[in-house]
């Protein structure tokens, strides 16, 4: 029997800052149109992780009136401060020595859980129409190869896929264009960059992965507007990462942290590099005594314009960071991502209007403030192959004196997941033990991102080969899962690999270190992962 | 038959709770809300009583500010036929909630009312009860079986001692407990349609009832935190550790 249909004008999958504001933009160039979003998350925002200080760039544009429209943008950046760190030493790092592209002063300290959530009220006025907790699980094709829309899980399958009480079949729904934007890695944007072979041409993808807390801290220890950020210890001048520290409104401050995911050593781990990062002495001053009260992590992409893949395919865009507009100099991806949804916005009423192929958004990218941006922004990241030194100087060069306008393109080289070299070539890290108070472990961790996965369900972590973990991975590289996953999900017991997939939070950084590419994520029952608050 | 179910908004059983520091209550901003689980429980039975076809109509109530409505929203996917809203933007003790039920009951004129037996929040197991007998109804609390009969309905009741079956004259008051049965998912398909099904709008304080709140909440605190356990070589030593250092044989 076939599966219960539905027709959209567009179907947009991910309610994240990019397809909502294709959303409001579509609704708001022809209120006519039928537009729905569909969102894994419990609710918009629940899984929405992000630093995060705002450029409005793209806002004002989308939403003139932000401000009178009780917009959950508070906090103006009044203070910015860039330290590199040692393991006993800091050295702050004049302000007007930085890039342009690396100042805040217009900016604002926000939460982007809190913003999409606006977002979509924004969106729902207009008439759109957002289902939470209904993850897109597949792509439709028409018989020309065209997309026609996509599926959602079936809900209500046992662990070996049988139906339980309660089993709900998943609906189609079916779109003259459907919009792609599931953030970094999305797992639909990635089976269309290969079937469609969008990145052709194109450097590999890079990405990262941020950890994030917030805490609540003491009214010495806050100083509302501050931005600042890190390089240096703990990581090695090897490995691309460095910090955030925003001190937000309520007496709150989000710290995180990022690392890049072409980090050689397999005995890496990016939650305890985070957690011994909060013990430096310039660090730990404005935590302790306060109280962490929320976590989690995300991967993000990092390739900017030379990984960028093509954007449009027929019947659907990417947009967002599903396909990689983030702005990796300006550690920002939010304003590009919004953009990018409003390009494609235009896209689609011209090619509803005019006919226009949606090979117009190319067109239309090309000309916008984001592209210009991107392209500036281009050679900073690889840059910082050559070691943290040279990229700096470099980056001085190329940003300062420059503005990112030297006449070449520096290349990333390698995928990340073909980054890590062998675990016995490698030194091991030795990483500071929890105490519970600063430096906590990963159970307590998830515990605060508030996620579950009803149990009895298939696993959504899918393993290509099962034997691998421990046949190979675990020989060479140490199982490097055991690591990279920000919230233990992979364990090695009694030479047993064991997949926790119902603590995942949905980072998918073992879809993309993974050095094999053995591990694919896909959606798991709708409403499940974290619950984000205000992250 | 009718049935009036109640369902009511609560903070979601996954977010851990974070109490306000100055000890007025618990953070709810931005943090995920949900429908209390029992009232799941009371609205899959009533689904599941219209589907046998001895009840024609579900409406499902529920009190709060205007994004309660999603709990009602989430009752009519899942098949109750209409909605009422009845809002109020403050705190309601159960036993204002009671008399507001009670009016409702007066306009619908149900034949049975399902509500959870308890909400998560607060767990003060009292609403049901109340309800019942401000209506001079039977009651059936803590039910994990339903059978209706021609007049009647009988149900088994999860009690301390074990299961007890009573059985009750309608129009009656039923509490769910979580043993009842597996909510069903809100399909897809089913949400969509629920958009367009009606939701009456009420305002709890033009109903002519006093819901004025009795009880003055003084402080909300979080529990202690738990020590970390101990590991015992032998049974002679746990039995010495709880004469001695528990004082608890």
Sequence with gaps: ?535 | MKILVAVKRVIDYNVQIRVKEDGSGVHTDNVKMSTNPPDDNATEESVKLKESGKVKEIVAVTIGDDKAQETVRKALAVGADRGIHVKSDTYIEPLGIAKILKKVVEKEKPDMIFLGKQAIDDDCNQTGQMLAAMLNWPQATFSSKVTLKDKSMEIVREIDEGLETVEVNLPAVVTCDLRLNEPRYASLPNIMKAKKKPIDQMVAKDLGVDITNRVQQLKVEEPPKRKAGIKVANVAELVSKLKNEAKVI
């Design chain 1, 1 to 535: 029997m076939a599966r219960e249909a539905t027709e959209y004008d567009v179907v947009i999958v991910g309610a994240g800052p990019a397809g909502l504001s294709t959303a409001i933009k579509l609704k708001q160039l022809d209120p006519k149109l039928n537009v729905c979003i569909l969102e894994k998350g419990s609710e918009v925002g629940a899984h929405i992780l992000s630093g995060n200080v705002l450029e409005t760039r793209a806002l004002d544009e989308l939403l003139p009136k932000w401000r009178e429209q009780g917009a959950p943008i508070k906090t103006k950046v009044s203070k910015e401060k860039f330290l590199f760190l040692g393991k006993n030493s800091s050295l702050s790092w004049p302000t007007w020595l930085l890039p342009a592209v690396q100042k805040n002063h217009n900016n604002y300290i926000v939460s982007l859980a809190n913003l999409c959530r606006w977002l979509a009220e924004q969106a729902e006025k207009l008439g759109v129409e957002i289902f939470p907790g209904f993850p897109a699980s597949e792509v439709l094709y028409n018989e020309d190869g065209s997309i026609k829309g996509v599926a959602t899980l079936d809900m209500g399958l046992d662990k070996d896929g049988n139906k339980k009480d309660g089993y709900q079949e998943g609906m189609e729904l079916h779109a003259k264009v459907t919009i792609f934007s599931e953030g970094c890695r999305g797992h639909l944007g990635k089976e269309l960059i290969k079937k469609f072979n969008l990145d052709e041409g194109k450097n590999p993808q890079q990405y990262g992965i941020g950890l994030k807390e917030i805490w609540e801290v003491s009214d010495e220890q806050h100083q509302e507007g501050l931005v600042m950020h890190t390089a240096g210890w703990p990581l090695d001048s090897k490995t691309y990462g460095g910090s955030f520290i925003y001190h937000a409104e309520k007496k709150q401050i989000y710290i995180g942290y990022v690392i890049g995911l072409d980090y050689q050593n397999p005995h890496l781990s990016p939650f305890d590099e985070f957690q011994r990062f909060k013990t430096h002495k310039a660090i730990r001053k404005m935590l302790e005594g306060g109280k962490r009260i929320s976590f989690g992590a995300r991967a993000l992409i990092e390739g900017g314009l030379q990984s960028l893949p093509k954007m449009y395919m027929p019947g659907a865009l990417l947009v967002g960071c599903d396909a990689g507009t983030l702005n990796m100099p300006k550690i920002k991806g939010t304003h590009t991502a919004m953009k990018s949804g409003m390009i494609a916005a235009e896209t689609i009423i011209e090619h509803f209007k005019n006919k226009r192929t949606l090979s117009y958004y190319e067109e239309l990218f090309k000309k916008s403030w984001v592209y210009q941006e991107l392209y500036a922004a281009r050679n900073v990241k690889p840059s910082f192959s050559w070691g943290l030194l040279l990229g700096i100087i470099f980056t001085g060069i190329d940003q300062i004196l420059f503005r990112g306008k030297l006449p070449f393109t520096l290349k990333h080289k390698h995928a990340d997941h073909e980054a890590l070299k062998p675990s016995a070539q490698m030194p091991k890290i030795d990483y500071p033990k929890p105490d519970g108070k600063l430096i906590f472990d990963k159970t307590s961790s998830v515990y605060l991102t508030g996620t579950n996965h009803t149990d009895n369900q298939p696993v959504h972590l899918k393993l290509k080969d099962p034997n691998l973990p421990v046949s190979y991975t675990l020989n060479k590289y140490d199982e490097p899962a055991q690591r990279y996953c920000p919230v233990g999900v992979y364990e090695i017991q009694q030479e047993k690999f064991v997949i926790n997939s119902q603590n995942c939070i949905h980072c998918k950084t073992c879809d993309i270190k993974e050095p094999s590419q053995n591990i694919t994520w896909v959606a798991p029952e709708g409403g499940g992962g974290p619950k984000y608050g205000n992250m």
